[in-house]
């Protein structure tokens, strides 16, 4: 079992950056692979990056491909999202997810086991 919390959310202007992280508990972190999703008001949930469970191998959605970054601490239990150049789109509930194969760079909500309650994201114009 994993329990994942996720921080850092918040109101940023459009161009402004912001970090998330998300702790997760037990022993095991090290051997799943972790993604973000997001969710925006009316639409389903989407895939935004991933991360291998060494961090060797990341993945990630075109929309924040060259802007958003994902990275781990396993030493720490957390993985991280650090997004800058943030536009209004990016508005959303930001939830990290873990994968229990552990190379897994997965867009697919159905791979992931085990999810975070999220955080919001809102960016103004």
């Known amino acids: 079992q994993v329990q994942l919390v996720e921080s850092g959310g918040g109101l940023v202007q459009a161009g402004s950056s912001l970090r998330l992280s998300c702790a997760a508990s037990?022993?095991?972190?090290?051997?799943?692979?972790m993604g973000w999703f997001r969710q925006a008001p009316g639409k389903e949930r989407e895939f935004v990056a991933a991360?291998?469970?060494?961090?060797?191998?990341?993945y990630y959605a075109d929309s924040v491909k060259g802007r958003f970054t994902i990275s781990r601490d396993n030493a720490k239990n957390t993985v991280f999202l650090q997004m800058n150049s943030l536009k209004p789109e990016d508005t959303a509930v930001y939830y990290c997810a873990a994968c229990r194969s552990a190379w897994s760079l997965s867009p697919a909500l159905y791979e992931y086991d085990y999810w975070g309650q999220g955080t919001q994201v809102t960016v103004s114009s």
């Open positions: 991360i291998s469970w060494s961090g060797g191998s990341t």
């Open positions: 037990g022993r095991t972190f090290s051997s799943y692979a």
